[in-house]
């Protein structure tokens, strides 16, 4: 607010900028705003910044409030700068102490009754920590895995190698080499290793009705398959007894697994339960 006007004709077309200080003291940008024209009293939009971006994660490290004003050659004219520091603007937000004066060096230096170039008042800062997934698995988190597979006729006859489930291939078709690889991982992470295992868009025996939602080991009531083993064999033998379909549609079992993960949200319902998708 109050910042210096710069353009002879107008108002200034300020926008910021963010610098990180590196090792040797100079400071590097890493994020600039957008520029609000003609005006000396600017209210730029809320924005996120990660931290470890902005300043390595360290709440004393200088950060660089710079402020220009726009100009299309890209000559942009200084306005002024002031430096704090995360636990700075942390500490001023919950005290609501957020205003931080603009100073421009050279008129620091030649003006005698020089206050500031403006004033620069922080509305909110808000230091939120983002989990990654490690974080998760760290703190106990379990994982319970549905398996889903697509028996629609667009994956091609499994008689043939150019089939999605070709029963041939010595090494495993597509589908067998992906849950291989996913299941070896995932199953870590759940402590049962029971994997619920279905299949969608087959035609089933006897008399061939279409299916988005069936049990890959035949047991609606119990569609628990042992470990990644356990669901590699219940395919095989799916594979064998029905016959490819359509359409390829899938919410059926998106909507299946919602209902299970809701009612593993709830306390009440934890014990008719067992398995769910995370």
Same mark, same amino acid.
């Given at each position: 607010? @109050? *910042?210096? #006007?710069? !353009?002879?004709?107008? #108002? ?11 090792? =040797? ?26 931290? #470890? ?14 402020? $220009?004003?726009?100009? =299309? ?60 997934? *490690? !974080? ?20 091609? !006859? ?7 489930? $070709?029963? @041939? ?20 992470? =759940? ?26 080991? @035949? ?60």
């Amino acid at each position: 607010m @109050g *910042l210096d #006007k710069k !353009d002879f004709f107008g #108002k200034s077309d300020p926008f910021y900028e963010l610098g990180k200080q590196n090792p =040797d003291g100079t400071f590097t940008t890493v994020y600039r705003s957008e520029t609000i024209e003609g005006t000396l009293s600017p209210r730029w939009r809320q924005h996120e910044i990660n931290v #470890k971006r902005l300043c390595g994660s360290q709440a004393e490290q200088p950060i660089l409030f710079s402020c $220009y004003d726009h100009d =299309d050659d890209g000559s942009h004219d200084f306005i002024g700068y002031f430096i704090t520091t995360l636990a700075q603007l942390r500490d001023r937000a919950s005290a609501s102490t957020t205003v931080f004066d603009l100073i421009n060096p050279k008129k620091l230096r030649n003006k005698k009754d020089y206050v500031n170039s403006g004033q620069v008042k922080m509305a909110e800062c808000r230091v939120e920590k983002t989990y990654s997934f *490690l !974080d998760y698995i760290m703190g106990g988190l379990q994982l319970n895995c549905t398996v889903a597979i697509d028996f629609t006729g667009s994956n091609g !006859d499994p008689q043939t190698p150019r089939s999605l489930h $070709y029963i @041939g291939a010595p090494e495993g078709n597509h589908y067998q080499q992906t849950w291989q690889a996913i299941g070896q991982i995932i199953q870590d992470y =759940d402590a049962d290793k029971l994997f619920p295992a279905f299949g969608f868009g087959a035609a089933l025996p006897p008399h061939g009705q279409v299916s988005f939602e069936f049990a890959l080991n @035949g047991n609606a009531d119990n569609p628990l398959c042992a470990g990644v083993l356990g669901v590699m064999e219940a395919y095989k033998g799916s594979l064998l007894h029905v016959g490819l379909s359509g359409p390829t549609n899938c919410a059926p079992m998106i909507r299946h697994v919602s209902r299970l993960a809701i009612k593993l949200l709830n306390p009440e319902l934890l014990r008719i339960t067992t398995y769910s998708s995370s």
